[in-house]
């Protein structure tokens, strides 16, 4: 069964190319000659799926073996999903816009905790059952992998098997061993014992949760002494030697990060004691600059992109930036490429990068002190204090720029009153450093964002047993730091408390708040990370 999506359905709602596929670079094969057909779900709208680095590497990696077509699913927005459901219309791969329940696998990454509706939506959408244990020999496998992963249980009744660690290590041996099974005509059963001992697979069935009496979880014991009793994560040794695609597809609409996404290094070196990606992507692993610069003209050849951004956790941090950004730099000149260094420290060396990088306009910068106080700081291993602050900006300012961004961080383990005033007293600093600039060097017209998200404790972080702030209490601490504020240069904006809360819910929680997630799915709940859809109630 091939879908053929009506025009008029699709001018009937926003956006319509996020459903039509056919993209540059985008695989298409001939379903009569692959063996598996993998349908690698994104649990959000197409523009911010197709933003994700991930989904680039694996999708294209997967098309690399002549056995095996991936292809690309999205969350359909409400107005599609209300369409597909009147009509009748399963969810649908990109590609060849067959219905992904007669695929062998549906591959969901999990990036944000709000978007695990959207996966109970994606389910139901798709005609497969959403408890893993009432899905047939008929059915495709249904896993997942991801950062959230490492906290698998809120969809341990969802998910037949999860992929914990980095995708490219782990993906093949999976696919190897379906096309085995495949090939044996196994039970579904079967085919989750056969993986099950491969390294980073965590199969939920196959062990069973054990509370005491208070409710807390006493352990997670596996059912046979076969199933490993502790899941370790897979992680790649040299990125020069793993696999990087060549060519990404480009979309026919704007995405989120429209460009060429040239990953330097996996890994940090900063341990903030509140980022779960600082623990989980560990050890430090970089690409050599020639690897680099090699793969970046093919992107540039393959895409006619105009734009390379250099990504990684902390891309200053990477030790070969200066022969990189130089060796692009004059790469791509006369190619009118430009470079994007994002999460860069400000300093002689980098601004004369951005000087070079951005010759037409100057775009904000970004900072992340997290805390007001150095005390606070140093509590969740901040590595940066007030002056190289002040001293970065005041280097920017001299440049030319005239628009910052400031993150901070509320609620985090120890705060008090005297922590919050002082993230408003660090930005009247920050305006101050700005007037203290002659005219004639800053930019016209300082404009400084500061922003608030609130603490989610995350698991394999040293703060993950912290408790978190109430609403209540993160409200009050914002209405507090917005009085604080007394320079008009400053624009205060927060995240809402509530989605930070249930956030914290399905980082932390077990398979019991599996069963509230469905309920919430039952009760309309979709499309959770974005604002005009959260329901706490």
Request: with cysteine; aromatic share 12%; proline share 5%.
């Amino acid at each position: 069964m091939v879908l053929k999506i009506k025009d008029e359905i699709l001018k009937s709602v926003e956006k319509p190319s996020r459903y039509i596929g056919n993209e540059w670079n985008s695989v298409h094969k001939n379903p009569e000659n692959v063996k598996i057909r993998f349908a690698f779900c994104f649990p959000d709208v197409y523009e911010v799926g197709m933003s994700h680095l991930g989904m680039k590497i694996l999708y294209h990696l997967l098309n690399e073996r002549d056995d095996t077509w991936c292809e690309r699913v999205f969350a359909p927005w409400v107005d599609m999903e209300r369409k597909m459901r009147d009509n009748g219309i399963p969810l649908f791969a990109l590609e060849s816009q067959d219905p992904v329940v007669n695929f062998d696998f549906i591959g969901f990454t999990l990036q944000y905790e709000m978007s695990y509706t959207n996966i109970v939506n994606m389910l139901d959408l798709a005609g497969v059952p959403v408890d893993a244990t009432g899905r047939t020999k008929e059915h495709p496998f249904v896993c997942a992998g991801g950062p959230c992963a490492y906290n698998p249980e809120p969809l341990a009744d969802f998910i037949d098997f999860f992929m914990l660690g980095e995708g490219e290590e782990i993906i093949n041996e999976v696919m190897d061993a379906y096309s085995a099974w495949k090939a044996r005509n196994g039970s579904r059963e079967a085919f989750l014992e056969s993986i099950a001992g491969i390294e980073g697979i965590y199969v939920p069935r196959f062990y069973e949760v054990q509370y005491n009496s208070d409710g807390t979880i006493g352990g997670i014991v596996p059912k046979k002494k076969e199933y490993p009793a502790k899941i370790r994560k897979r992680i790649i040794k040299d990125l020069d030697r793993t696999y990087f695609p060549e060519k990404i597809i480009v979309p026919y609409t704007g995405i989120v990060h429209d460009r060429v996404m040239l990953e330097l290094f996996r890994g940090c070196i900063r341990g903030c004691r509140f980022c779960q990606a600082g623990y989980i992507y560990r050890p430090v692993r970089e690409r050599t600059p020639e690897k680099l610069q090699e793969l970046a003209g093919k992107l540039v050849d393959s895409t006619g992109y105009e734009e390379i951004s250099l990504t990684s956790l902390s891309t200053s941090d990477y030790r070969s930036l200066e022969q990189l950004t130089e060796g692009l730099l004059g790469d791509m000149e006369n190619r009118k490429v430009n470079l994007s260094l994002p999460s860069l420290r400000i300093d002689s060396f980098s601004l004369d990068l951005m000087e070079k990088a951005q010759k037409v306009r100057k775009s904000g910068l970004t900072f992340a002190p997290e805390a007001g106080t150095q005390r606070l700081r140093n509590v969740i291993n901040k590595g940066v204090t007030e002056q190289d602050l002040i001293d970065s900006v005041t280097i920017a300012f001299n440049g030319g720029w005239s628009g910052v961004k400031l993150y901070f961080m509320l609620g985090l383990p120890t705060e008090t009153y005297g922590d919050i005033e002082g993230i408003a007293d660090l930005g009247g600093k920050v305006v101050g450093a700005y007037m203290k600039v002659p005219r004639e060097k800053r930019g016209k017209g300082l404009t400084i964002n500061l922003s608030t998200s609130s603490f989610v404790p995350k698991p394999f972080t040293p703060f993950q047993w912290e408790a978190q702030d109430t609403v209540e209490v993160l409200r009050e601490k914002q209405k507090y730091l917005l009085g604080k504020i007394k320079n008009k240069q400053i624009k205060y904006s927060w995240h809402d408390p509530e989605l930070s809360f249930m956030e914290a819910v399905f980082a932390r929680g077990d398979r019991k708040t599996g069963r509230a997630l469905v309920k919430a799915w039952e009760k309309g709940c979709r499309f959770d990370g974005w604002g005009e859809h959260f329901k706490y109630d």
